[in-house]
């Protein structure tokens, strides 16, 4: 089965000031699309083959397979989530869930930042649901996927350095202030 | 307490392989920021663990108590790291080593060529933000990488004469998403008299 990059549900130039045309250029027309390229080049023949992409994120031993299969799929989840009508707060379900777990939504967007922040190197930082139903913060490595542990994504920062090295390079912070004026928390929700 | 070194050059002395722009940003933002990080995370602990230099540092992390100790690694081995990176290149250099350097590139290695394609697909292989390195281990050279800013003196897999940079930070204002044509590139910065002069003293000790 070959994986397709998923085409962005907004224009080039729809995120900025906030993620230029350029970044977006790179990271999903080049980052992107090199993962997706990649996994096609080295699913066939093996099992992981015919697998849609969680099933090859969660089966797939470390290495190169699980790599770019969990890029793909990371990648898909944060371009997906992100929107030139993002921001603000979530409503609903979400947001009562957010104000339950973390005190308030000010509270989560701090403990949120703090774990993009603090992924050191290449990485993710995610908020997911357990199968309990419960929200946790995480903060993944590399191509490290929520997935693997048996949590459902909700919201992902890419916070590998191509996600914003062109438009804030080393202000690794001041891309985290930008990111919460474009989450699209309607999307966002879908998975809770 | 630890100081960023100055550069042995110009920012613009490295173009154009390396541009002035990440220079700056490079040495004077991120190696800066893990110097300061160093210190702050030494601030407080006994003068035995807080005044060794910084390779003993390296040698020496499970001696840090365990709340400071990713801090230190993190950035003692970020500053480390720049630190010897920063030595090894140079304007005008690149070309071959000669020499006992060069002899021990070729018995390890079986030629020069060889080990620049090794050390390429070091450099290549490592997903997500590290470091490639030839490092002396027991006498004989070797290539390898490691993950974010840990390095050879960690794990004691060897004492590193050369490490290139592959965090995106090092090549994407230039380079952006081709790492492969950044890692060309290096090999016409490589100041091969810095290399052998570390591979001599890795060989005295």
């Not at chain 1, 390079?169 to 930008?178: G, P, S, T």
């Not at chain 2, 991120?30 to 807080?50: C, D, F, Q, R, T």
Request: hydrophobic share 40%; aromatic share 12%; with cysteine.
């Amino acid at each position: 089965m070959e994986h397709k990059l998923p085409e962005l549900p907004y224009s080039k130039d729809a995120l900025a000031p906030h993620l230029s045309a350029e970044t977006l250029e790179f990271h999903h027309g080049k980052h992107h699309a090199t993962y997706v390229a990649n996994l096609n080049k080295l699913i066939p023949g093996t099992p992981f083959a015919d697998l849609p992409i969680e099933e090859i994120v969660k089966k797939a031993p470390a290495g190169p397979i699980f790599n770019n299969a969990a890029q793909v799929y990371n990648h898909t989840f944060y371009f997906l989530r992100l929107s030139p009508k993002g921001g603000g707060a979530p409503a609903g379900k979400l947001g009562a869930a957010i104000q339950k777990e973390f005190g308030s939504f000010e509270e989560f967007q701090k403990k949120f930042t703090e774990t993009a922040m603090n992924t050191f190197g290449s990485g993710w930082a995610w908020l997911v649901r357990d199968k309990d139903g419960r929200l946790h913060l995480r903060s993944t490595s590399n191509a490290g996927c929520p997935l693997t542990a048996g949590e459902t994504p909700i919201l992902t920062c890419d916070v590998w350095e191509h996600a914003y090295y062109i438009d804030y390079r080393n202000a690794r912070a001041k891309y985290l202030e930008a990111f919460w004026k474009i989450v699209d928390w309607k999307k966002a929700a879908e998975n809770f | 307490m630890f100081t960023l070194p100055e550069l042995p050059y110009s920012h613009e002395a490295l173009e154009p392989y390396i541009d002035k722009r990440t220079m700056e940003i490079h040495h004077g933002a991120h190696h800066a920021g893990y110097v300061n990080n160093l210190n702050k995370a030494l601030e407080g602990l006994p003068p035995a663990l807080s005044g060794m230099v910084i390779e003993q540092l390296m040698r020496n992390l499970s001696e840090i108590p365990e709340p400071k100790r990713t801090a230190v690694r993190n950035n003692g081995g970020g500053h480390f790291n720049h630190s010897l990176f920063w030595t090894v290149l140079g304007p005008g250099k690149g070309g071959k080593p000669s020499g006992d350097l060069a002899g021990a590139i070729d018995k390890a290695f079986g030629s020069f060529e060889k080990f620049k394609e090794t050390f390429e697909a070091a450099s290549m292989g490592r997903f997500g933000s590290g470091w490639a390195w030839l490092s002396i281990k027991d006498g004989k050279l070797l290539v390898h990488s490691t993950p974010n800013q840990d390095n050879p003196l960690m794990d004691g897999s060897g004492v590193p004469i050369l490490g290139l940079d592959v965090w995106e930070h090092a090549y994407y204002l230039k380079y952006q998403n081709k790492r492969a044509d950044y890692v060309k590139a290096f090999w016409n910065l490589v100041n091969w008299d810095e290399v052998a002069r570390r591979y001599a003293q890795a060989v005295r000790r």
